[in-house]
């Protein structure tokens, strides 16, 4: 299954930046397509012009999604909490080139430093409602993406 994009510098998970010229670095450096989850360029590397934001490790997924694809990407409840479910959910969007906004960054944040409560799973719960979205607008007619007991793509067959 799917695995989400990382910094090749750091390890630490990469998503596609919401705003590719922040306004905090100058003109002259790089457009930002690519980010941390706090939102800061990835770790910077040397190159032949300087100093530069890495380019992440991408997995090696297929980016467009299928009928050959049906059944479970994302295993539910046996292994992941509600939470976990749509930080992955989410983090799966991602990969597939959701942006992410700014807030659901944030969330994903608060998920990875432990920081659990019963408001950040509802928040959570939005954002992977939002990401299901995105990835079923890639889904050619007569397949579906349905969070039941992880992440399922079906048919409209089945």
Sequence with gaps: ????????????????????????????????TWTHLDGEPLCPIS??????????DLPPTVRV??????????????LRTDEEL?????RLAAAYGMRLPYFVTGDLREH?????????????TLDADSALDFLNA???????????DGLVLYADSD
Excluded: H
Excluded at 138 to 146: K, Q, S, V, W
């Design 1 to 32: 299954m799917p695995e989400t994009p990382t910094c090749p510098e750091c390890g630490e998970p990469a998503i596609r930046a919401a705003d590719p010229r922040p306004d905090r670095y100058p003109a002259t450096f790089p457009p930002i």
């Design 47 to 56: 190159g032949p012009d300087g100093s530069r934001p890495a380019e992440p």
């Design 138 to 148: 890639l889904c050619p007619e007569g397949l579906t993406f349905e969070i039941n």
């Design 86 to 90: 749509s930080v992955a959910v989410i």
């Design 65 to 78: 999604i299928g009928p050959d694809q049906v059944g479970s990407w994302l295993e539910g409840s046996a």
């Design 112 to 124: 990875d430093k432990g920081e659990a409560g019963p408001e950040l799973a509802r928040l959570l």
